[in-house]
């Protein structure tokens, strides 16, 4: 699944020339671990930012790699909470109160752990449950993502005018 979305990335990066600035990788329930994983890595430091919905804090997935020592492949485990601390860009955490398959709690356990950075927005709608939030509950749910998108934009600016300082600077 990391393969997939890193072939993905670069992808939209290599041949048609999107900047990593531009894009969002947006995970649900289980996808979010992967979601993560990616997020974290230096490759993606640039990345635009990052929409969790219903995330697991505790859940690892299995994830094959070729060993290119022996070209066996070997099983690696990725977990969410290792990873989380490691995403550069906004992340935009949405978990319904009423989600009876991945408690609320974990993303209280993911927000905990990234609010220091300034780069975490949170939104646990009341009625909100495992599947709901973009359907059922959609107008709230835009207009809280353009708050994101808007969120993303004044933190990248952000970016960009500390690096024209800095040359400035030289």
């Not at 430091?45 to 066996?72: A, C, F």
């Not at 490691?86 to 991945?102: E, R, S, T, W, Y």
């Not at 950075?117 to 939030?133: A, D, E, L, V």
Request: charged share 20%; net charge positive; proline share 4%.
């Amino acid at each position: 699944i990391t393969d997939d979305i890193v072939h993905v990335m670069s992808f939209c990066s290599n041949i048609i020339h999107i900047p990593f600035s531009k894009l969002i990788l947006f995970g649900h329930s289980i996808g979010t671990i992967p979601t993560i994983h990616v997020s974290s890595l230096n490759t993606f430091r640039d990345l635009g930012g990052v929409v969790l919905i219903s995330p697991s804090s505790t859940g690892s997935i299995n994830d094959y790699k070729e060993d290119n020592k022996t070209k066996r492949r070997k099983l690696s485990t990725v977990n969410s909470n290792y990873n989380v601390n490691d995403i550069a860009c906004p992340v935009f955490l949405i978990h319904g109160q009423k989600d009876n398959i991945i408690p609320v709690s974990h993303s209280h356990e993911l927000s905990e752990e990234i609010k220091y950075s300034g780069k975490s927005y949170c939104w646990f709608p009341k009625k909100g449950t495992h599947y709901n939030i973009m359907y059922d509950l959609r107008r709230k749910f835009y207009r809280k993502f353009m708050y994101f998108l808007d969120l993303i934009e004044r933190f990248h600016k952000q970016i960009n005018d500390n690096l024209m300082f800095k040359s400035d600077l030289n």
